[in-house]
DNA sequence: GCACTAAACGGATGAACCATCCGCTTCATT
DNA sequence: AATGAAGCGGATGGTTCATCCGTTTAGTGC
């Protein structure tokens, strides 16, 4: 019989080693530092970075991809605590506004998110378990606002993760010099689409 | 001496070869069926299915993108008609609101365009030259929209393009079947933005 | 038509990148 | 301390990339 057990936010079928353990954190740090730096990810790479193995890489994470999720767990579980505090908000509106200003700057502030948030979650065994629970946290949010007349009529919850991600695709477009400015811009962007979804 | 010529609508130091023009257009084609099919592409592929040695294709463009770039051409001479019709049109919202129909809906149909459109101009060779036609056509009709006050404030032109692509980003995430449902998407998308940015 | 030059061609080739496989080492358990 | 399972490393074969150079062909002058 094999125990099942709980690490790094994933169900298993056995714990790891304690030096597989420590090799997997390392790679996930050196791929936050890849990811963070906008390098692209190189599995070979991050093996001669850590001071490891390609297979050891390669186990723990079969592609640039695997490696991406792994570095976006953190931020993931970011968002979806802040979006447990949104819908204890009592302003349907304001809980509603308030989660997409935090999920732009996040994207924007945390690089490894966006390919996350912006890929089938069907491509995401890594991270297809918290998707789902921010997906259905952010479904209540909407459905809050709608149900209290809030949202322009056309606009479905199905419009909402594309247009975030767009959102924070063009701010990454425009030419920001510090990180704080294009927070703004991301936020300055949200406002547009926000002022475009609101019902008058 | 050297004569300068004029084909594929640039201007070089000494025209091409009849050989060379030829395995051009057709290297030029095949890209537009890469492109078409969403095939990443590869040069020496590129070489095979031409049937011509990959040197040839090399030398014509060094790079992936160079290609694209050849195979926007034809899609970015449409916009830059399209937009000098727009400023030949009596009011500024519809003649800038139809503009961004029409940018729209090409980078949804024509996958050259967004790469082009989206890239930092200085990135762009081959079509730095039509970019900034467009840009000036452009930059008459957002400054017509402005100047007619039907711009919401704090609305910028270099805000334009990143909005754009940022709705063409969004509609390509949207899972659409056929193209025609995956344009009604983007009109969809640049409806909230459009409505977002408009002065009330 | 022929000779000649410069342009263009082709594809062999070495460099770079990728990911697997298997013999060896280390951990955990008794 | 013995043992089996889990993990490790890196050599290696496969693939993709892009250059270089010997050969071919188009254009030009006669």
Redesign the pocket.
């Known amino acids: 019989m094999e125990l099942l057990s709980v690490y790094a936010g994933e169900v298993t079928a056995?714990p790891?080693?304690?030096?597989?353990a420590r090799?997997r954190q390392r790679i996930i740090e050196i791929g936050r530092k890849l990811v963070a730096d906008g390098t692209p990810i190189?599995?070979?790479?991050v093996a001669r970075a850590v001071?490891?193995?390609?297979?050891?890489v390669?186990?723990?994470f079969?592609?640039p991809q695997a490696l991406i999720e792994a570095v976006a767990v953190d931020g993931l579980e970011a968002l979806i605590q802040a979006a447990e505090r949104a819908v204890e908000q009592d302003d349907p509106w304001t809980a509603f506004r308030d989660f997409l200003v935090r999920i732009v700057d996040a994207q924007l502030s945390d690089a490894a998110l966006s390919p996350v948030l912006s890929a089938p979650t069907t491509a995401l065994p890594g991270t297809a378990h918290l998707l789902d629970q921010l997906s259905s946290l952010f479904t209540q949010l909407f459905e809050r606002a709608e149900a209290a007349g809030r949202l322009a009529p056309g606009i479905t919850l199905a419009d909402m993760t594309p247009l975030i991600c767009g959102i924070a695709f063009s701010a990454r477009m425009h030419p920001a010099v510090d990180p704080q400015e294009q927070a703004a811009v991301g936020r300055h962007y949200l406002d547009v689409v926000l002022n475009g979804l609101r019902a008058r």
């Open positions: 056995s790891l080693r304690k030096d597989a090799n190189q599995l070979n790479e001071g490891v193995g390609v297979a050891t390669y186990r723990h079969p592609t």
